[in-house]
């Protein structure tokens, strides 16, 4: 989370030195970078937090079912 906060700072960063006038258009795409690391960065904690989530609300889920396969011949 601390490195996609950082991304996202980066990125807010840069942006404003381009509209601000102190830097020029040259920075976009840096911008651009920085705020596709920080969605990716954001988007594979999401992930988590939802696997998480489905972990602690389906306990049964860790629980080995029964083999009731039949044993090979």
């Not at 996202?8 to 976009?28: C, K, P, S, W």
């Not at 939802?50 to 011949?73: C, H, S």
Request: glycine share 2%.
């Amino acid at each position: 989370m601390v490195e996609a906060h950082a991304q996202l700072q980066e990125a807010t960063q840069l942006v404003h030195d381009i509209l601000t006038g102190r830097a020029g258009f040259e920075l976009f795409e840096a911008a651009c970078d920085a705020l596709n690391v920080a969605a990716v960065k954001l988007r594979f904690i999401q992930l988590e937090l939802a696997a998480r989530e489905e972990d602690t609300a389906n306990p049964a889920a860790d629980i080995p079912t029964e083999d009731d396969t039949l044993p090979p011949d």
